[in-house]
């Protein structure tokens, strides 16, 4: 398996150098900053002399003649300094008779022909102890076998811009504590949740424990849409890993609130915990996470988002590894020297890497956009620093001095979308926007590709092999087109603050949307936090006052004042507008389907604005359409149906002193509606909690159903427990029920009136089956790793000793200077 090396850096090729070299003599080697010993490398000295000196040359890609003039330069600046053993290693190609001439330019030292390893002996070296490739990811992801892999593979196909991201990438990464603090999360819970602020690094962490896992034989697959693309390809006889990037959505709750996916997100969950051959791998936003954890009744009693949780910080960077980062991108960038000049010159790479604003997302920024900014290489540093100290700058640098019109205002229509949008319908929303504000569309679609084309890599990420199986699209089904996505959820934070200092920016999107999705991802960023939203879950979900608390001092961003009256009206003017969002096509394997919007969920985004601010937005003829809108889905709908919406609504609507009669009736319709499947605790329990959350008069058939209710529930409950406690066979199943029972007593108010025991009694001997289970698994599985006999002693050595210098930073730096 051949490999490519021209991906590694110098620093990169040392180390790799002394961990083979450890591997291969079983002896611990010290790396030394290339140039400042003068021909050392990595050295092993022991017993207070030296034993061996590694001189390493990394020329990844050259041949001998065009090395040979560094090597010639070389013998004579070490001459015959050194008496004890000497080795040169190179990434460069070599023949057994280059071998023999190097010897002989190198006569001053002790250098044989069989020390001097070539990129075929490293190759070797490397299928002699796969260890250390393993622990090298870079490495490992630049080898031909798993580059023609991922190109070629089935995870290429359904995610071929997750493939091209890790193969962009593979140059710059750089493990953190985080890395294997998170695979041993994997390994003891099989579900690990990577949370934590924008920028710190989340997707990167989640693909590199993808790639892992693939190179453990794992199948991988990623979530592009929701959760239910894990079930659909669920295969319980295969080791399947998947990956669900920003499973909360990417800016706030309300991206995902009303998608009904929190209870199959939980039964996945749960599924891979209890898989012996499933791994789950999630990212999302801190603050998100917590907001889901209070608003979303499966996700808050999922033990789980806490176990298997990692929150990715700074902490998880030591200062070397932020070095690395760093060092990095300032390597691969190819910046030009003045501005390596501008960072070495007084060591000022050490404030960039002590910064307290450092950021893997800054750095990537910077060093990417660098070139295109106008500044002269020489003022590269001052660059940075400018942006490290005020990180929202550098988006506007970039945003508002190096794009062009039509690019910036595609980005803002792509930031007021947030998911990916059809090229198509980003043509129409542009043109929209244009002949709102400007009285005639500008942009032709060749036009626009051209600047997306500008901005592809940076702001945006193209797809262009998607399948779009809607009529509506005005594509043949079975012809490639292009989806556009925005690269960077950062982007959308930089929008919003932008948008809160332009008033009349806010304006102009508003009158020229073309799309119900872009209006409510402006009202999403003005609802920010809403009291009476969190203050119905906590009176549903039992959420601690701490807890609510600390979600209020979660608030994004507000937009300007005054200009929420022009979102309402894009959203009054929009409601039946098609959907701009697609999503996977159960149908069709590479497919792509328009998304079914749902009147609820655009009249709750409505209600939850003008709830914002007083009722003072929404006139009385809409509201009475989405009084009877929801009358008519409450008429229609099954007593199984979900009501994730309507209860929400109905919430905002009681409001309205107009509509109490509408809103009475509508409360008795859900009671009745919820009533007529009383199969589970918590259907009782959701029944009683209509009347709870709703403040508006009892009717005489709310007091009816009530009593009814009880009576039915003392009857029910006895029976419930002694079957449940017969049924479960799962330690997880019988402790939700058990939790289950409790809430509802609680409700109820008959906490000490049925007796649970039973059910306690069945957990307790589960978990004794379970803690077996898994000690006999266990066993098993150290038995077949080890081939049924003893265990293998494999050497393991201390971490790399850097002592030339008193900070190791600088030795890394040095390297920039050769």
Not at 69 to 83: D, M, P, Q, T, V
Not at 631 to 646: K, Y
Request: aromatic share 8%; hydrophobic share 40%; charged share 25%.
């Amino acid at each position: 398996m051949s490999r490519i090396y021209t991906d590694l850096s110098p620093h990169d090729f040392e180390i790799l150098v002394r961990d083979l070299l450890q591997a291969n003599l079983g002896v611990r080697m010290e790396t030394f900053p290339q140039g400042r010993d003068g021909g050392v490398d990595v050295r092993l000295h022991r017993a207070g002399r030296e034993e061996l000196i590694v001189q390493c040359k990394h020329s990844p890609g050259r041949t001998y003649a065009q090395i040979k003039g560094n090597l010639e330069a070389e013998a004579r600046k070490i001459g015959s300094r050194f008496k004890c053993r000497y080795m040169l290693i190179t990434s460069a190609s070599l023949t057994r008779g280059n071998k023999t001439e190097i010897a002989k330019l190198f006569s001053g030292v002790r250098l044989t022909p069989e020390d001097i390893y070539g990129v075929d002996d490293l190759d070797n070296l490397l299928r002699l102890y796969p260890e250390v490739e393993k622990r090298n990811f870079k490495l490992w992801i630049t080898s031909s076998a798993v580059l023609e892999f991922l190109m070629h593979s089935e995870l290429h196909r359904r995610s071929e811009s997750l493939v091209d991201r890790i193969i962009r990438g593979r140059k710059l990464y750089v493990h953190s504590e985080a890395f294997p603090a998170s695979l041993e999360i994997l390994e003891s819970h099989k579900v690990c949740i990577i949370s934590g602020q924008p920028g710190i690094g989340k997707t990167t962490l989640a693909e590199t424990l993808l790639v892992r896992l693939l190179a453990d034989e794992w199948q991988v697959h990623v979530a592009s849409e929701d959760i239910s693309d894990i079930e659909r390809i669920w295969n319980p006889v295969e080791k399947q890993a998947f990956l669900y990037d920003d499973f909360l959505g990417q800016t706030s709750l309300l991206d995902k609130l009303n998608k009904n996916e929190d209870s199959r997100i939980a039964q996945v969950i749960e599924r891979v915990r209890c898989s012996r051959n499933k791994r789950l791998i999630m990212t999302t936003r801190e603050y998100i996470l917590q907001q889901a954890e209070q608003i979303h009744e499966p996700l808050h009693r999922l033990s789980a988002l806490r176990d298997g949780k990692l929150v990715l910080n700074l902490e998880h960077y030591t200062r070397h590894q932020k070095a690395q980062i760093f060092y990095n991108h300032m390597h691969f960038a190819e910046l030009g020297s003045s501005a390596v000049s501008s960072v070495l010159r007084e060591k000022r790479y050490r404030v960039v890497v002590d910064h307290a604003n450092f950021n893997p997302r800054i750095i990537e920024l910077v060093t990417s956009n660098f070139k295109r900014s106008g500044r002269k290489s020489a003022d590269f540093y001052e660059y940075l620093a400018n942006a490290l100290r005020n990180p929202k700058d550098l988006w506007e640098q970039i945003f508002q001095n190096q794009l062009g019109e039509t690019e910036r205002i595609s980005l803002l229509i792509l930031a007021t979308v947030g998911e990916k949008i059809f090229l198509g319908d980003l043509h129409a929303a542009l043109t929209t926007y244009e002949r709102a504000n400007y009285g005639s569309a500008r942009t032709s679609l060749h036009h626009l590709k051209l600047a997306l084309k500008k901005l592809d890599g940076t702001f945006v990420v193209l797809n262009s092999n998607a399948r779009l199986t809607d009529a509506l699209s005005g594509i043949h089904p079975g012809n490639p087109t292009t989806l556009v996505a925005l690269a960077n959820p950062s982007f959308i934070d930089y929008v919003r603050a932008y948008l809160a200092s332009r008033p009349e920016e806010i304006s102009q999107i508003s009158i020229g949307c073309t799309f119900f999705e872009q209006a409510q991802t402006l009202a999403n960023w003005e609802i920010g936090f809403d009291p009476l939203l969190f203050g119905a879950a906590e009176a549903f979900l039992g959420a601690s006052a701490t807890s609510v608390k600390r979600l209020k001092s979660a608030r994004v961003p507000q937009l300007a004042a005054g200009q929420q009256g022009l979102v309402m009206q894009a959203m009054v003017r929009l409601m039946d507008a098609k959907s701009c969002y697609w999503v996977r096509d159960s149908n069709s394997r590479y497919g792509f389907v328009r998304q079914e919007f749902t009147d609820g969920e655009r009249h709750l985004t409505m209600l939850l604005l003008d709830g914002k601010h007083g009722q003072t937005l929404l006139r009385g003829e809409v509201l009475q359409l989405i009084m009877e809108a929801l009358r008519n889905r409450l008429v229609c709908q099954t007593p199984t149906d979900p009501l994730t919406l309507e209860i929400p609504l109905l919430r905002y609507l009681s409001r309205y002193g107009e509509l109490t009669a509408a809103v009475i009736a509508a409360r008795d319709i859900i009671a009745s509606k919820l009533a007529e499947n009383l199969e589970h605790p918590d259907d009782f329990r959701n029944v009683i909690s209509v009347y709870g959350l709703l403040d508006v008069p009892e009717s005489e058939q709310s007091r009816f159903l009530e009593a009814d209710l009880r009576a039915r529930f003392a009857e029910f409950m006895p029976t419930w427990i002694r079957d449940e406690s017969d049924r479960v066979n799962d330690l997880t199943d019988c402790e939700v029920a058990i939790d289950d029972v409790q809430r509802a007593l609680e409700v109820f108010d008959m906490g000490e009136v049925f007796d649970i025991s039973p059910l306690r009694e069945r957990l307790a001997f589960l978990r004794e089956e379970f803690e077996g289970a898994e000690r006999r698994w266990f066993e098993y599985e150290e038995d077949e790793r080890e081939g049924g006999g003893g265990v293998v002693s494999v050497p393991r050595y201390p971490p790399p000793v850097l002592p030339s210098t008193a900070d190791p930073v600088d030795d890394l730096f040095d390297t920039l200077n050769y």
